[in-house]
């Protein structure tokens, strides 16, 4: 028994093994980059477009693939793959193309999914009708970045869609059975403790997703984020007040949401703030260490 339900849980459930993601690169823009609606990005983005970790374009996906797995297999004996595609914006180019990536990416035997970062302004019906598919063959994830549900952060944020987009495109891919897993940010400036909350029991009880990815705030160089950051206009959340809010939002979800993120990871080369978070294993341990003595006081025991 788990204090809530793991992706890793999920996926032992559904493949009878650990699985492992092998993070791509499409070689895809998005339209917050490319003048459609802006040319900064989303206030947080990185240069990399979220996608840091993921394996440079070169040559075919296959090549991509191999050097993920060669990478992954260093450490461990890992049999099956998940194929991630997260920088930029994965549905941002002709169907055309997307169909000849994808199929490339889950005709490799041992990936078992297909799980591709977009934004919900990003998915005509031809996109939705490709992934639907695709979903016949192998399954595939959806994660979109919601972020926020309040209209001045995402504003702040330069989203660039309103809220009212996200859930239209949510209804449709569940109507052709293809899960979806949305992006929360906790620490957005302006934003309260009871607007994140807001933001959670929204996904929790009104729309909701398959998975939910619960990020902390990073405040990267080369950002607008990282001026505003220097300017003063607001201060990066402490370990403890993050853990605070992220086990009060754990709580407010139902217990059969998997939960595939709680901290994430911003690059230790171009991470500003907050700086506790480039030592990973001391956050994952305090975490427990936080969790153990919230449910000692709360009276729950686990098995």
């Given amino acids: 028994m788990e204090r809530y339900y793991t992706l890793n849980r999920y996926l032992k459930e559904q493949f009878g093994e650990k699985v492992y993601k092998l993070a791509l690169d499409g ?17 947080f983005c990185s240069e990399g477009g979220s996608g840091d970790f993921a394996e440079r374009v070169c040559g075919n996906i296959h090549d991509q693939v191999a050097r993920a797995k060669a990478r992954i297999s260093q450490k461990t004996d890992a049999r099956k793959f998940i194929a991630y595609f997260q920088s930029y914006t994965n549905t941002y180019a002709p169907v055309s193309y997307l169909e000849d990536l994808f199929e490339d990416a889950i005709a490799e035997p041992d990936v078992v999914a297909l799980s591709i970062g977009t934004r919900p302004d990003c998915l005509s019906d031809d996109v939705i009708d490709l992934l639907s598919k695709l979903n016949r063959q192998k399954p595939v994830w959806v994660e979109l970045g919601l972020q926020t549900i309040h209209p001045k952060t995402s504003e702040y944020i330069r989203r660039g869609y ?35 909350l807001e933001t959670v029991r929204y996904l929790a009880h009104d729309h909701r997703p398959d998975g939910i990815k619960l990020q902390l705030l990073h405040v990267l160089e080369g950002t607008d984020l ?13 370990m403890d007040e993050y853990f605070q809010i992220l086990f009060e939002c754990i709580e407010a979800l139902p217990e059969d949401m998997v939960i595939h993120r709680l901290t994430g990871d911003g690059p230790k080369k171009i991470l500003i703030a907050p700086k506790w978070t480039g030592d990973k294993k001391r956050v994952l341990n305090e975490m427990r260490r936080q969790m153990d003595e919230l449910d000692i006081r709360q009276g729950r025991k686990w098995k």
């Avoid at 990282?226 to 402490?238: H, L, S, W």
């Fill in 226 to 238: 990282a001026d505003d950051y220097a300017a003063g206009k607001f201060r990066a959340m402490d």
């Fill in 27 to 43: 070689g895809m823009t998005c339209p917050n980059r490319d003048g459609t609606l802006g040319t900064r990005g989303c206030i």
């Fill in 162 to 196: 309103d809220l009212s987009v996200f859930e239209g495109a949510l209804r449709r891919l569940h109507r052709e059975n293809i899960q979806v897993i949305v992006h929360v940010i906790l620490g957005l400036p302006g934003e309260t403790r009871e607007d994140m």
